[in-house]
């Protein structure tokens, strides 16, 4: 029986920036200024560099040397643990002896692992359970038979038991679409949320709850990893502001490349892809659903899809949030004011001679985008779950205990800082 090796590399993108977070906490750690949850926002101290982020992208490369079934396709599955603990799929896609499986995905930093299993065209299938060592650039890791399971009767001897009815070269068993030879693999990512603060470019309150909004994707890829349709599911849970906010996602392809969008609108003078999923929230939800005690409005769905023609593969697409930002409408402002997350890039529509005026201090230049002067604040962040959000003029940081330290740590302690863990909470001033 062959050896089956699995070579997985993880880079963190952005590298370089990493590298000086890294020096930054070592200036910081131990100065914590601020470990009162009664403190604001601004009076945290926040480290240089600091990225605001509560997951990183991990880039996932595997290849294999399985040449039992010649230069056939073999299925890869990317979960965020073992299946059998309830893990969830991330990813899906094909790798052969000669083509290797490419993947970046958005993981929590408190995950500290990824679990891969590789399905041959004959069911038989090796695991790997994938360690995510700090901002480790490469890793390797080495599946022998002793970690193989078989399923059913067959284990290889060069045949494909399993049939293939729409040819594309992915066995049925392991088609996500099996008789659609244009798809093969459902990649997911989600439920995350993005909250959002409103007054950019001045300071906001820091409840992060101006929006608030789920989201969730399914890239679908075809037997050689290229994305052909990206589905997606918003769910508009609060509307805390009285500014008439839009919101909308940039993704990372050509405007031209997208075609038959539903449930969204493809933003013209674009030169890539801009969906503006609505134009007005107080037009979409009635109540704020912010303020404790107040009658609420329901919350909102939206069901977004497109279809991408000559797509990316799945690697150089991603999974994640991608390019998601607000833009204030109201009377006095307009199309041109939009709030991205920390170094995320404005669109083309975005009015880029607001960058640094207010409180805000982007250098686009940089790609240090939408933080605050003096004390590095975002306007909007983005939770790997279904965010429980502040109340209405209660600041994130009186809300959950551990997000000073989080912060002021430079993102090294408390990386579940809003997970629902004993003391991390203040239910009082959580919606
Ligand atoms: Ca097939
Ligand atoms: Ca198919
Ligand atoms: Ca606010």
């Not at 686009?364 to 279904?386: C, F, H, M, Q």
């Amino acid at each position: 029986m062959n050896k089956i090796s699995f070579t997985i590399f993880l880079a963190l993108i952005a590298f370089q920036s990493c590298k000086q977070q890294v020096i930054e906490k070592q200036d910081t750690l131990g100065t914590n200024l601020s470990q009162n949850p009664d403190h604001r926002i601004d009076e945290v101290r926040v480290p240089n560099g600091f990225s605001w982020e509560t997951s990183r992208n991990v880039k996932v490369k595997i290849t294999t040397n399985d040449t039992r079934f010649k230069n056939e396709l073999h299925k890869i599955e990317v979960y965020n643990k073992k299946p059998e603990l309830g893990g969830k799929k991330l990813a899906e896609g094909s790798v052969s002896t000669d083509k290797a499986f490419e993947t970046l995905i958005l993981t929590p930093f408190m995950d500290k692992s990824f679990y891969i299993q590789k399905i041959a065209p004959d069911g038989s299938k090796d695991f790997e359970l994938c360690a995510i060592v700090g901002n480790q650039a490469l890793a390797e890791i080495k599946v022998d038979n002793t970690q193989k399971i078989v399923l059913g009767k067959s284990d290889g001897g060069g045949n494909s038991p399993i049939g293939d009815m729409d040819g594309d070269g992915v066995a049925d068993d392991l088609d996500c679409y099996p008789s659609d030879p244009t798809k093969a693999f459902c990649n997911t990512y989600g439920i995350a949320t993005l909250a959002f603060e409103d007054l950019w470019p001045h300071k906001g309150d820091y409840d992060m709850n101006d929006m608030v909004i789920n989201y969730s994707y399914k890239v679908i890829t075809n037997a050689t990893n290229h994305v052909v349709r990206v589905e997606a599911d918003y769910t508009l849970r609060a509307t805390g502001g009285s500014y008439n906010n839009g919101f909308g996602v940039e993704f990372p392809i050509s405007r031209a490349s997208i075609n038959t969008v539903q449930g969204a609108t493809l933003e013209t003078n674009q030169s890539k892809a801009v969906l503006i999923v609505f134009q007005d929230m107080r037009a979409e939800m009635k109540m704020w659903n912010t303020i404790p005690n107040a009658a609420g409005s329901p919350t909102v769905d939206y069901q977004v899809s497109f279809n991408v023609s000559n797509g990316p593969t799945l690697a150089q697409f991603g999974l994640g949030a991608y390019n998601p930002f607000i833009w204030n409408g109201s009377n006095g402002f307009g199309r041109g004011y939009e709030v991205h997350l920390p170094g995320g890039m404005p669109t083309d529509l975005a009015n880029t001679s607001l960058l640094g005026t207010g409180a805000d201090a982007s250098q686009l230049i940089n790609g240090d985008t939408y933080i605050s002067k003096n004390d590095r604040s975002p306007w909007a962040i983005n939770i790997p779950i279904e965010f429980d959000y502040p109340i209405e003029k209660a600041d994130i940081n009186t809300a959950y205990t551990k997000f000073s330290t989080w912060v002021s740590s430079g993102g090294t302690q408390y990386v579940d800082w809003y997970t629902n863990q004993n003391g991390y909470r203040n239910n009082s001033n959580i919606y």
